[in-house]
């Protein structure tokens, strides 16, 4: 069987592009799922590249189930990308009002560079 690690990272650079897209078009919830999505296949990425499989959809609990030293930091930045997602999504995710009116350029923004951070640990672990 071979090794998907690279497709997986892949895969997270090219979600964190379209959380990119969808934050110029003003579409913040997106980006923030589409970043959340872009971190967890990145950590999926690094446990197949280590020989693991990896469940689930907390990016944090996946760093922390590698087999490496994970900075502290960085699981701190994949709890903020964990609330996005469901609530980004899902109109009952917040006690009123559709996901759109309670995301904006400052929570897409953090959401992008967290993403960022932790596609960038997961590429430099696979190198």
Known sequence: MSNRANDWLNQAERDLEQAADSQKADRHEWACFAAQ???????????LHLGQE???HVVARLLDELPIDVP???VEKA??????YIPAR???GHPEG???EHY???QSGEALDYASAIIKFAGS???
């Open 37 to 47: 999505q872009a971190a967890e296949k990145a950590v999926k990425a690094l446990h």
């Open 54 to 56: 990896a469940w689930g």
């Open 72 to 74: 502290a930091e960085l």
């Open 79 to 84: 709890k903020v990308l964990d609330n996005f």
């Open 90 to 92: 899902y109109p009952n």
């Open 98 to 100: 559709a996901p759109f």
């Open 104 to 106: 904006g350029q400052l």
């Open 125 to 127: 672990q696979m190198a």
